[in-house]
């Protein structure tokens, strides 16, 4: 018989019972249901852990270095192919060609051709040796002249002579006001006889007749100075004079 059963028996016979077997059976009866419970919990309990702990459980193997065998080798190790896609590139478009009437061409209109247009655009240089003397165009670079300072002594065999000398204009101001003078102008000539600069250095009647003095001064030509045989660029002085008698009166 089992507890239940018991207990159903026992409940039966406390009714027909006195009253303090009756109590002492309900006392009974509720220990016994207390013990079967705490009996399924404790079951209950214990399989939960049980299965807990099997999933916590790891499993470690121990091997001898002995065991692992021979490593693999280096060739039947297979390089992983790597799929490069072509970036598609989209072919080239032409336009199409749209016909213009006649009535808007002009007869005139000629297209240069290749050689027409190379002579326009090609700017006239040295070209490379060869047979054909078709190389490479290079165009020379222009050096300039350094010009010597107007105070820098400059040493040379002969000293520029003058090959063209300009008279200056007598300055209508000066010449009513009655002003004569002279003016001492300083040029410089460069390797070529031709003046690159002129400043005056001196003058006798004031700032009147100076710009005249310079005007004349910048269009005389010179033989250049010569230093070791060759031109160099030095500073002359040349003296302008200016007198009222000389200059026709109207």
Known sequence: MNATALALHLHHDILLGQPIVRRNVFRALAIAISLHLVSLGAYYLGV??????????VTVRILKYTDLGPPPSLASVTTPQIAVSAAQVSRPTVGIPVPVPDAEVSPEATIPTQTEMSQITGPVTEQGAGAGGGGIQIEAPVVEEEMPD?????PVEKEPQVVRRVKPEYPEIA???????????????????KPRKAVVIKSEAGDVLNEAAVKAAMEFLFTPALMNQGPVSCWVVIPFRFQL???PRT
Do not use: P
């Not at 939960?48 to 459980?57: G, L, M, T, V, Y």
């Not at 107007?150 to 400059?154: D, E, G, L, M, T």
């Not at 010449?175 to 006889?193: Q, S, T, Y």
């Open 48 to 57: 939960i852990q049980s299965r807990s702990e099997e999933d916590d459980a």
């Open 150 to 154: 107007i105070n820098a002594f400059i």
């Open 175 to 193: 010449r009513r006001a009655g002003i004569e003078g002279v003016v001492w102008v300083k040029i410089l000539v460069d390797k070529e006889g």
């Open 245 to 247: 008698k000389e200059v």
